[in-house]
Structures are given as structure tokens and as C-alpha cells.
């Protein structure tokens, strides 16, 4: 990771993600971002909480010990939970909150940051390998219509930033519950070869199964001869990525939406 | 006073081996499960976070453990010799938030939230915890807490704990998400009948 211009010393890094109480991969993005980001030594500490997992939002109150926090939602967008959640649990005022001799200070999702654009980006250079991207489409997959995220919205903002790199030959947005639909990637995208990002921060379900089943992929990621690229119909190659959220990079996307909240609320 | 130094204060003044929930902190600071000799050669040396991190979210048979205070912690594995630092990391993800609880108990400090506040503060799928009746409430807790965990619902009962020598009490200040998930089934089932 990059030498920090900024001294955070002394301050900590509250990391709140959703997790879940059946599904272990979800609070793994998490716990990774946590483990790069202590290993950095940016921050005094650490924390990762979760809303469905130990340790609690509620919990993890109780272990903070710097005098001030960043709190981060390990979320791709805003929603209920980064909205309603976090704010409730935590108590929080607004953007700083002082609680007993611990001032909060409440960031932006990482999902949201222009840099969650080089995430997407790198996930599916990685798929790619050797294969110049520029000759290849980047097929960006959200979930769409959840009452709990408003992810689409995001989605197209980061497809945009994609766009305008002029990395891929285009980038286009496809959902799982909304128009458009991943089911019609193949009118959606001109080019004869697409990598395909879904835009979760975890692995799962819809990024193991849905996506692919919908694209009427014969494979899918976790079935035993799963390769990248999979030929379709008129030797179309599909490139299948890893979750935005599993890039590598998100890390330092996190301590990106760090330094904007400083900067746009004029901290030091 | 820094977590890590009041821990390894409070350590100091307790007979080892210490214990805390099914795992057994030797000096030096290694860790096993309270039930395995802590010489035994056999036991597979845990090396890095992942590792632990496995160990602390599934159990034997690889099922997904969502509670971390409920028995079954894998056996067969050492970890250490380990700093402060360490340990008390370490800790955090066996037990998270177990050993800042136990400090915040012995300097007094601990506040425990009852169910009715935090059933009060939820909204969309939790919001039903609310009318859970009194008596489903203390079945639960017979049947999730006290059967099914190793803390002690602090928010339920004020128990003070037994201060048996090294065993480090797992104290649980205000009710977990796994709990308000069955309130919730059980606060459902109840409007349905
Ligand atoms: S609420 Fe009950 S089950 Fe949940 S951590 Fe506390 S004691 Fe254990």
C-alpha cells in the first residue's frame, strides 16, 4: 500500500459491514479489508462489527479506545442500513458525533468513492489475464430494485468513471431484479467479448449463481470445470470476474472515502 | 489505562491457567481449547488470522457457527506464544468484545441495555421483537442463552458472576442479533396463531 500523506496516528477505523447468520462469505470482504488496513498501520486500531454477525455494532462500542473513530459502512451504496442501521445503532447525530470521549466520524461507503471504479476495473483485468481489455466490453452486474440498497444508482456512476477511462472497448449496466436485465446482456453489449463484474461487495449466491444462471452460462463459478472464458453462441467469450468487492484495492478505496470525509468537513 | 495493559495487569493477579468461555490461555500466552493438554504434540499449530478465523466461525463438521459464544469450538489446535497485543486480538475474534466487557464489569463501568430498548429502537424485519410476550422471552433465554451460549445475558438477569480463579467471565451486556432473529420468528409465529 502507498505511503499516507496524512498522519492518522492515534485514531482508529470502525469497518461495519452487514454479514449474515447463514452465509459465512458475506462478512469476509470485511474481515480482509480490516486485516490489510491494520497491516498498513495507518490507524491505531482496527475494528470490523457487523449487523447480523459478532461482534454487533452495539458491541464493538465497547472495545473502541481511541479518542477518534472513523466509521466506515463496508457497503457498496447508501441504503436502509448506512441510512437507518448504523446511525441508529451507533447513535449518531450527524456526520461527527461526540459519544462520552469518543468523537465518530461517519464516512462514505466505499462503493461510492471514484476509486470503487479502479476496483471494478481491476477485477476484471484479472479475469482478462494477457488479454488487452481495451478489445473487451466490462459488464457491470447490480442487484437493482432492493429496498434495502440503492445500488443501481451507484452502479451507473461507477460505469460511467469506467467509461470515460477508455480502459474497456465499453461499459455497460445490467441488474438482477430491474431493467435492464442481465437475461439481455447480448443486446446490451456490442462487443463480441465481455468481462463480467458483479457489483456485490461478497461473494454469493447472486454473484455464484444467479448472474451466471440468467446469462444462461453453462457454468457457473463454482461448478468443478469452471474455466474463464466461456464461449456462447456466435463465439461470444465471456470473461466471469470476482465481486467488486473483493478486489484487492478496496482497501485503500476505504481510506480514500477516509481522507474525503476530512476534506469535505475541513478536518485534520 | 490501555486494554491490553490492564488484561495483562488483571492476569497477573490470577492464578494460571487462565480460562475464558472453552479456551485455555497458558503463560506465556498460548492458547488451546480447555479440553486438550496444552503439551500435546499432536495439536496443529494455528498460524495466521485466517486460520483462527475458521476456527472461530465453524465448527468441527464445517457448519457455519453464527454465535461465537455457543460451545463447539473446534478442538486440536495451539496457538502462540503470543504478545499482549495478540492475545487480546486473538480473543476478539473467539469471544468478540469479551474481554473490553470484563474490564468495563471490573472497573464498574459496564451498562447493560435491557430487551425492551433494544426491541424498542427496531424497525422493518426486527420491529415485531416488540410485542414479544414475557414469557416467550424467558423461554428464549432458557433455550438460546442459557442452553445454547456461554455468556451470560447480563441484560436479561443481573448475575453476578462466580470469580472462579482464571476463569474469565463472558458477559453479554445487551441481547445479540442471533437472539433478536429467533425473538422474531417466535414474536411472528405468535401473531400467526
Ligand atoms: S443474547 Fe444470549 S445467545 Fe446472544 S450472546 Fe447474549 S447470552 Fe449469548
Known amino acids: 500500500m502507498k505511503p499516507r500523506r496524512k498522519n492518522l496516528e492515534g485514531r482508529g477505523l470502525i469497518l461495519a459491514g452487514h454479514g449474515s447468520m447463514f452465509s459465512p462469505e458475506s462478512a469476509l470482504p470485511i ?6 488496513l491494520r497491516a498498513c498501520g ?3 486500531a482496527v475494528y470490523e462489527c457487523f449487523w447480523k454477525e459478532e461482534p454487533s455494532y452495539r458491541n464493538i462500542l465497547h472495545v473502541v479506545e481511541e479518542a477518534c473513530v472513523y466509521l466506515v459502512p463496508d457497503f457498496l451504496s447508501h441504503g436502509y442500513f448506512t441510512r437507518e442501521i448504523v446511525p441508529r445503532e451507533f447513535g449518531l447525530v450527524g456526520p461527527v458525533t461526540r459519544r462520552g470521549s469518543c468523537e465518530i466520524r461517519y464516512c462514505e461507503p466505499p462503493g461510492r468513492h471514484p476509486r470503487m471504479a479502479e476496483a471494478i476495473a481491476e477485477q476484471a483485468a484479472k479475469t482478462l489475464g494477457e488479454i488487452p481489455s481495451c478489445g473487451v466490453a466490462l459488464l457491470l452486474v447490480g442487484h437493482g430494485t432492493d429496498r434495502n440498497e440503492n445500488s443501481a444508482q451507484t452502479a451507473w456512476e461507477q460505469a460511467e468513471r469506467i467509461r470515460a477511462s477508455g480502459r474497456f472497448a465499453e461499459c455497460s449496466v445490467a441488474f438482477l431484479e430491474q431493467e435492464p436485465s442481465v437475461a439481455r446482456w447480448r443486446e446490451l453489449i456490442a ?3 465481455l468481462a463480467v463484474v458483479p457489483f456485490f461487495l461478497s461473494e454469493g449466491k447472486h454473484s455464484y449463481v444467479d448472474i451466471p444462471r440468467m446469462m444462461g452460462l453453462a457454468r457457473q463459478p463454482r461448478d468443478p470445470d469452471f474455466r474463464n472464458p466461456q464461449t456462447t453462441e456466435k463465439g461470444r467469450r465471456v470473461y466471469y470476474a470476482g465481486a467488486a468487492g473483493m478486489a484487492p484495492i478496496v482497501d485503500q478505496v476505504i481510506l480514500a472515502q477516509v481522507d474525503a470525509f476530512d476534506e469535505a468537513h475541513r478536518m485534520g | 489505562m490501555k486494554l491490553t495493559e490492564w488484561v495483562e495487569c488483571r492476569l497477573a493477579r490470577l492464578a494460571p491457567p487462565w480460562m475464558i ?7 506465556g500466552y498460548l492458547l488451546t481449547h480447555r479440553a486438550d493438554a496444552p503439551e500435546d504434540p499432536g495439536l496443529q499449530l494455528l498460524s495466521d488470522w485466517e486460520s483462527l478465523l475458521e476456527l472461530a466461525r465453524f465448527d468441527a463438521a464445517g457448519r457455519f457457527r453464527p454465535l461465537r459464544g455457543a460451545p463447539g469450538l473446534r478442538k486440536g489446535w495451539r496457538r502462540g506464544p503470543l504478545s499482549i ?53 424467558s423461554l428464549l433465554v432458557e433455550e438460546i442463552c442459557t442452553r445454547g451460549c456461554l455468556r451470560r445475558p447480563l441484560w436479561y438477569s443481573f448475575e453476578r458472576p462466580s470469580g472462579d480463579r482464571g476463569e474469565i467471565p463472558l458477559l453479554c451486556p445487551e441481547v445479540c442479533h442471533y437472539f433478536l432473529h429467533k425473538a422474531r420468528s417466535r414474536a411472528a409465529a405468535r401473531k400467526a396463531a
Not at chain 1, 474481515?31 to 490489510?36: E, K, N, P, T, V
Not at chain 2, 468461555?21 to 503463560?27: D, K, Q
Open chain 2, 85 to 137: 497485543d495478540e492475545l487480546v486480538a486473538d480473543l476478539q475474534l473467539l469471544y468478540p468484545g469479551a474481554v473490553a466487557v470484563w474490564a468495563a464489569w471490573e472497573e464498574e463501568r459496564l451498562v447493560s441495555t435491557p430487551f425492551s430498548e433494544t426491541a424498542g429502537r427496531q424497525t422493518g424485519l426486527y420491529e415485531g421483537t416488540r410485542r414479544l410476550p414475557a414469557d416467550d422471552l
Open chain 1, 42 to 44: 495507518a490507524f491505531a
Open chain 1, 31 to 36: 474481515y480482509r479489508h480490516a486485516a490489510s
Open chain 2, 21 to 27: 468461555g472453552e479456551i485455555r490461555i497458558s503463560p
Open chain 1, 191 to 193: 462487443s463480441r467479448d
